[in-house]
């Protein structure tokens, strides 16, 4: 846990969250601010802040993490329709929070990926 990152809060509950989905090692919550009609982040609880931070020993959560990601969109009912996936990375991946984060779009058809 990192004492002054946001997620790590929302993880050890002392900011709030609308959490969907939690287990030993990931969590996930809705977006504060809802890019599609669903927008939810799936953290590990392993605090990293990029994704270029992680190595070869994070394998089996980085597939847990993933794994995990497929079980909340199923939970939200997008896994037919489909979905977006999303991991910004740094500055020019346009980071904002630096605790690793997947976001999961979905509940209108989202178009070819942009850049
Ligand atoms: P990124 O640009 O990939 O780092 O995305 C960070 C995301 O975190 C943005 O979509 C924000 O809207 C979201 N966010 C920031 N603060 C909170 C919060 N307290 N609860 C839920 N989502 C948040
Ligand atoms: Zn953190």
């Given at each position: 846990m990192a004492d002054s990152c946001l997620f790590c809060k929302i993880i050890q509950g002392k900011i709030p969250a609308q959490k969907v989905y939690e287990d030993e090692h990931v969590l996930a919550f809705h977006d504060i601010?809802?890019?599609?009609?669903t927008h939810v982040l799936v953290i590990p609880k392993?605090?990293?802040?990029?994704?270029?931070?992680?190595?070869?020993?994070d394998k089996n959560l980085l597939g847990h993490l993933l794994e995990r990601t497929a079980h909340v969109a199923r939970m939200l009912a997008l896994g037919n329709a489909g979905y977006r996936t999303i991991i910004n990375t740094k500055s020019h991946g346009g980071q904002e929070v630096f605790h690793i984060h997947i976001h999961i779009l979905g509940?209108?058809?989202?178009?070819r990926m942009v850049v």
């Open positions: 601010h809802p890019q599609a009609p392993t605090h990293w802040a990029t994704l270029d931070d992680v190595t070869p020993d509940g209108r058809p989202l178009g």
